[in-house]
């Protein structure tokens, strides 16, 4: 299961379990609609910042795959600039 999966199931069961639990309280009307929006807010918070590190997670990613492959290239570069005066070399006898 990917990190991100998990985030978003725990995230969403945080959320529907606190919904539960305000409407199921014995409250007035309006202090449920107060906790609901507390929760609410809460939440979006919690979103937010989960969104944020996956998002750095990948961003992360990607710039050490563009590096990598940036190294691959010039290894490449290199070997074949060395097979191509290994050529030369042998052609010249």
């Not at 609410?40 to 750095?56: A, Y």
Request: hydrophobic share 35%; proline share 1%.
């Amino acid at each position: 299961m990917s990190k991100g999966k998990l985030i978003a199931g725990v995230l969403a069961g945080a959320a529907a379990g606190a919904v539960l639990g305000i409407l199921l309280a014995p409250d007035k009307g309006s202090e449920t609609r107060k906790k609901i929006a507390k929760k609410g807010n809460d939440l979006s918070g919690s979103v937010k910042d989960g969104f944020g590190k996956i998002s750095d997670t990948i961003s992360d990613k990607y710039y050490s795959m563009k590096g990598d492959a940036k190294d691959l290239i010039e290894k490449g570069k290199e070997k074949g600039a060395e097979l191509k005066e290994s050529y030369k070399a042998e052609k010249t006898f």
